[in-house]
């Protein structure tokens, strides 16, 4: 018989064993007693009663499923209404909701990116904002992590239609970018800026109103925002944020949008109820930045290698992918969950264990976080 097709995965399994870099699907049961600091549900939101009665009611009423594209029978009045007040949360004039962040990213990219565009990329981007420049028919220029001067001479080295890219906090590191400096390096070539604020909403801004919000930035004719309906709102899903014809032109035009079924009934009744919440209770957005400050305090007073939180995201450095996984595996078995980032999910190639705070966390809780992964490294 012929050798398999696929008889070349055999030697990348071996190639990942050898180099530490399995990764393997843990299934988590619906109660633990763990602490979870490897999950993104900054402000606590996903458990809460109102947002999980209005997922239940939302699947009653509209059904499991979306049953289409949005463009055909997958929009309902929750996702018309998500679209307005999340618009009007963070400022912008209207909003688009897909099923992913992810989808909304490469919906963004691909579609302000059309042949003869340039797009300047951040070397620390997301993959789904790096996915979205490979399958946009624009020239893609990656820059140095962080640098708006970087930016400005991209986008100086071409006449026409240009677009810079960046997230605007960072997921490895936690950091966040100079939107200031963006905006302006943009505005000084006629460019667009494009920003991924999955870790921005619900955590910086007035009330978690997003990074744009808080850099002035929001509403802006010249800046579009996506965000992720899974962090902080707790749920799924993701949206696009700018002006409205921008959004018209991502209804008519971008692809994991008009060939992609609508997101679920349930998760936009959530992300709705989640909206709504967050509105009410602006305080969330500041316990959350304290909690991960005073992780990182606590993580840096124990002699750990913690780079300081801009948003809800404190990253420890570790020696290699091995002592990476180890240590996280400690820390689990010590009762604490920690993510642990390799590559290549890291661009930089160090690999790190990454703590997410949580707006319900309480003082106790983030000491015994410290004490634990502390321990876990000695």
């Not at 707790?234 to 060939?259: C, K, M, W, Y």
Request: proline share 5%; net charge positive.
């Amino acid at each position: 018989m012929p050798a398999s097709p696929f008889s070349w995965l055999d030697e990348e399994a071996r190639r990942r064993h050898r180099d530490g870099l399995v990764r393997t699907l843990r299934p988590r049961p619906a109660a633990s007693d763990l602490l979870d600091l490897a999950g993104n549900d900054y402000l606590g939101l996903a458990r809460h009663p109102e947002v999980t009665s209005a997922a239940a009611a939302a699947a009653r009423e509209w059904g499991g499923g979306a049953t289409g594209s949005r463009l055909v029978t997958g929009s309902t009045r929750l996702h018309a209404e998500l679209e307005g007040e999340l618009a009007a949360f963070c400022g912008f004039e209207a909003a688009l909701v897909l099923s992913s962040g992810y989808a909304a990213n490469l919906a963004a990219v691909t579609a302000l990116a059309p042949h003869g565009t340039l797009v300047v990329s951040d070397a620390g981007n997301h993959a789904s904002l790096i996915d979205g420049c490979r399958l946009a028919r624009g020239t893609t220029q990656v820059v140095p992590h962080a640098d708006p001067q970087a930016v400005r001479k991209a986008l100086g080295t071409r006449a026409g239609p240009a677009v810079a890219v960046s997230d605007t906090v960072f997921s490895v590191d936690g950091d966040a970018a100079p939107l200031a400096g963006l905006a302006a390096a943009c505005r000084a070539y006629g460019a667009g800026l494009v920003l991924d604020d999955a870790h921005g909403l619900g955590v910086l801004g007035a009330g978690g109103r997003g990074a744009p919000h808080a850099a002035g930035l929001a509403g802006a004719s010249d800046v579009v925002a996506t965000v992720t309906l899974s962090k902080s709102l707790g749920s799924q899903g993701g949206a696009v944020l700018g002006p409205a014809r921008v959004i018209d032109h991502l209804v008519n035009t971008a692809r994991t949008f008009i060939f992609d079924t609508g997101l679920a009934p349930a998760a936009a009744g959530a992300a709705l109820a989640a909206l709504r919440l967050l509105r009410r209770e602006p305080g969330r957005a500041g316990r959350v930045r304290a909690v991960a400050a005073a992780l990182h305090a606590g993580l840096t007073a124990e002699g750990l290698e913690a780079v300081r939180p801009d948003a809800a995201v404190v990253s420890v450095r570790a020696a290699s992918p091995e002592r990476a996984v180890r240590w996280a595996a400690d820390c689990r078995a010590a009762g604490v969950a920690v993510g642990c980032f390799r590559p290549p999910s890291v661009p930089d190639g160090v690999s790190r264990l990454r703590l997410t705070a949580r707006a319900d966390l309480t003082d106790a809780q983030v000491d015994r976080a410290v004490r634990v992964v502390s321990a876990a490294r000695r």
